[in-house]
Structure formats: C-alpha cells, structure tokens
C-alpha cells in the first residue's frame, strides 16, 4: 500500500507492506525503515521546473528535443511489460507481469519516450489522485541491451526527456508532487551513486518518508530466505 499516513492497526497480523507513509512514528506490529526520495513542485512554471535542473540535464533534454524525440503515453500493458523484462534481464533484477501491474488498475501511467516510431525509454507511474502525486514505479530503456553503442547517449537523453515530458503531463492534470521513486541515501553503492546523481539533475526536494512492514511479513521472508540458502547447499534424491 503506498502513500498513506500510517499502517493501519487492522493490518498488523496480515501480510502487508506500507510504503512511503508520512508518518516516522514506530506502531505495534510493524518494523519502520526510512525511505527517501526527490520530489519535484509541479505547482511551478514550467520555466522555474526546467529552470532549477542542473545544466546538463537541460542541455540533454533540449539536444533531445532535436534528435526529435517525441512523448507519448503506452495503452498496452502487455507491450510495457515485455520491454521491461528485457532490461530487467540484462540488468539481473526481477522482472514484472502483466498481473502484477493490473493489481494497480486505474492507479497507473504508462509513459513512452520515441524515435522513429521506436521506444527508446519507457516510465510506469503510480498515481494518488487524493494528494495529487506521482511516482515513478518503474523504468525502462533500450540501454543495456543495445548493441549499438552510439544508441546510448541517445538513450540517455531520451530518458531525460521523458521525465521532463512526463512531469508537464502531470502538471497539466493538476498533479502537485512528481516522485523520482526513491533515493540511496548515503549509499556507497557505486551504481545507486550514479542514479542519485542522475535524479539530483533534476534538482527538486529530498524527503524522507517511511516503510511499514507487518511482523508478519518479516518472519515469512525470513523463512524464505532461510529456505533457498538450504535448498542450495542441499542435494536432495530427486
């Protein structure tokens, strides 16, 4: 569950995980870990949105503008998912379905940014009509499985783009919060170094918030995790 003010007391015997709440309160039968994110004010001119990006990011956005990189929004889940679970393999993350995203049905967008009729990136939103933000779920690009490797400074550019594209639609429905979906925090991690730095280019907030997971849910994962570590040093008769 996403975006509510804290975990509900109902909740704290099932299998439930709330993110993003605003609350950074401990409530009986839930553990609390910080999330952080970049949050971007819609409520701006278009010109103080573009204005406060880094330099580059606008440079980027506008060479992008003319290689001809057009937005456009994607109706066919199917086509997202497939697109997604490409880069999710290159890139050895798990990958999504069809079933899964339609669990959020009428809480989602799907965005595309395109070049001669091909996707170069795509962007799938949550959405909370009540606080009028956005999120960003997932993200996609051609990026780490394209062989071409002059495709990838296009790709990049297209992905800055989008998210500029992406923000105007939204501000043009009266959405008032644009959520980069999350920020590493005091990472040492080199790759997550990275995408700070790439979503620091859009200037914007950093905002802590929280993730409530029932105990529950904790044990269960436990015993999963503990389970396939046994699996795999286990060689069983069958």
Request: one cysteine or more; a positive charge; charged letters at 25%.
């Amino acid at each position: 569950m996403y975006f509510c003010h804290h975990p509900f007391k109902k909740d704290r015997f099932k299998f439930v995980e709330y993110y993003q709440c605003k609350s950074k309160l401990n409530f009986t039968g839930f553990k609390r870990r910080s999330f952080f994110t970049k949050i971007i004010d819609l409520s701006q001119g278009e010109d103080k949105i573009f204005g406060n990006f880094g330099r580059n990011t606008r440079y980027k956005i506008n060479k992008a503008k003319k290689e001809g990189i057009i937005f456009n929004i994607e109706n066919n889940v199917e086509q997202f998912v497939k697109f997604y679970n490409l880069f999710a393999a290159s890139k050895k993350i798990g990958p999504t379905s069809v079933e899964a995203i339609k669990n959020y049905e009428n809480y989602f967008i799907i965005t595309k940014a395109m070049q001669n009729n091909r996707i170069l990136v795509m962007h799938a939103y949550l959405i909370n009509e009540e606080e009028k933000r956005v999120r960003l779920w997932m993200s996609a690009s051609l990026f780490r499985y394209d062989n071409n490797h002059e495709n990838r400074p296009l790709i990049g550019m297209a992905n800055r783009f989008l998210h500029f594209a992406d923000m105007l639609f939204f501000k043009d429905r009266n959405f008032t919060i644009y959520d980069l979906g999350g920020y590493a925090y005091e990472s040492k991690d080199e790759s997550l170094i990275e995408i700070n730095k790439f979503k620091d280019g859009f200037g914007g907030i950093l905002l802590e918030e929280s993730i409530y997971t029932s105990y529950p849910l904790l044990i269960y994962r436990f015993l999963l995790n503990k389970a396939s570590i046994f699996l795999k040093k286990t060689t069983l008769p069958w």
